[in-house]
């Protein structure tokens, strides 16, 4: 996104200047406006700054997703204990380790001190803060709850990535299983099968047609071996790609989902996150329909974000949130029954956060069984794979060794 030069005046008629990137001047300009500052001049940034930027941001430590939550566990301690927002900046700078998370509370403290929002600050780096971070506070900002808020990001970024590694761990398994395999055969098509297929040409004999097939397919992976590596190579950059692309990354979380076993906690795990998001939000007094809005950056899939948006255009229209839920078709019933409750009784809230630890549960047990769930597949198909490598490798061997001994 590129990046523009402003010269702005606040409240008190103090002229400001700074940096920010948008897609134009114009959206600079009204998220200025919107951060309470009049833009007096906007101006692009040369390409050659931005050239500079790029590499040296390129090679500069990042900020992890472990700094955000420690960011945001100390800022709601101090502010609970009634520690000024600048004066707690300013010693979580000096207390850190990091340099660019130095840099980057310097740069949000210098925005507070030059009198923008803390939102608008936090706005300004969004390859840190998600959108969902920066609504929150904020709310927080609007309803004078910051330290509440910052406490319920910490507990909702540790909920997150005790999710996310739950997930990964369930498919870090099979994924093992799949690539040791198609090693184990890229090893036996390369180096052993041509090394049987000497000894067959060698016979002159007639060959099963499995053996014709392993021993044609050997030989054109060996001769064509670069351009299938090439192949490989660009198929995967094409695929990166694609997942970056809007339609590409609807499309893959749509097939995601439909998986036989990793599906199902794909699903479980994203509508968890669903949950909790909306959960936090409705506590912090966020309107549901913005809620939603939230909620849907958060659930890490894309087809089932296009859904949340999908009830947030029917609660706009007057629907309930439990009838707009119906329509997405990606709740359970048991879910849809406790939303409706929560609904009926007024603490939509608590219930949403009994519906996200009930997915959480689930979670956990497909975890716990998903050994038990691939054992069948894993054997059946190593044990395919182990029966047409053994019949088209041996079974030629087996015939010679019989002739021979008739001779």
């Not at 600079?28 to 951060?35: C, G, I, K, P, T």
């Not at 300004?124 to 506070?137: D, I, L, Q, R, S």
């Not at 007639?206 to 392993?214: G, S």
Request: glycine share 8%; hydrophobic share 50%; net charge neutral.
């Amino acid at each position: 996104m590129p990046a523009f030069s402003y010269k702005a005046r606040n409240p008190r008629g103090e002229l400001l200047t700074g940096r920010l990137e948008g897609g134009s001047s114009d959206s600079v300009a009204e998220e200025l406006m919107r951060s309470g500052l009049t833009p007096v001049e906007v101006k692009a940034l040369a390409a050659t700054a931005e050239v500079g930027k790029l590499f040296g941001s390129y090679f500069d430590e990042k900020v992890s997703e472990t700094d955000l939550m420690l960011f945001a566990r100390q800022m709601a301690s101090l502010l609970k204990a009634g520690v000024p927002i600048l004066r707690a900046l300013a010693s979580l700078a000096e207390s850190s380790a990091h340099p660019a998370f130095q840099k980057l509370l310097g740069d949000i403290r210098d925005g507070l001190s030059a009198g923008r929002e803390l939102s608008a600050c936090l706005r300004k780096h969004a390859e840190v803060f998600p959108p969902f971070f920066v609504n929150m506070v904020r709310v927080g900002e609007s309803t004078g709850r910051l330290d509440d808020v910052f406490m319920r990001l910490f507990h909702h970024m540790e909920f997150e990535r005790e999710m996310r590694d739950r997930v990964k761990s369930a498919l870090r398994y099979p994924s093992f299983v799949v690539a040791a395999l198609a090693i184990a055969l890229g090893v036996i098509n390369v180096f052993v099968i041509p090394a049987f297929a000497k000894v067959y040409q060698s016979s002159h004999a007639d060959l099963p047609i499995m053996t014709r097939i392993l021993v044609g397919f050997s030989e054109w992976t060996v001769h064509w071996w670069p351009a299938l590596l090439a192949a490989a190579a660009l198929g995967f950059l094409a695929l990166r790609w694609w997942l970056k692309t809007v339609d590409g990354r609807y499309t893959w979380d749509r097939w995601i989902l439909k998986l036989p076993i990793a599906g199902k906690i794909v699903h479980k795990a994203a509508l968890a996150r669903f949950a909790k998001g909306l959960a936090m939000t409705y506590q912090s007094g966020v309107p549901i329909v913005q809620g939603l809005t939230n909620a849907s950056e958060v659930v890490d899939n894309a087809f089932i974000a296009s859904r949340i948006e999908q009830m947030r255009d029917g609660v706009e229209r007057g629907e309930s949130l439990t009838r707009a839920a119906v329509t997405t078709a990606v709740f359970s019933p048991v879910v849809l029954q406790m939303m409706a409750v929560g609904e009926e009784t007024g603490e939509l809230d608590r219930l949403l956060l009994e519906i996200g630890e009930l997915q959480q549960r689930e979670v956990e047990y497909e975890i716990r069984t998903l050994s038990e769930q691939l054992e069948p597949i894993l054997i059946a198909g190593l044990g395919i794979i182990v029966l047409v490598v053994a019949l088209g490798v041996f079974l030629p061997v087996w015939d010679l060794g019989s002739t021979m001994i008739k001779r």
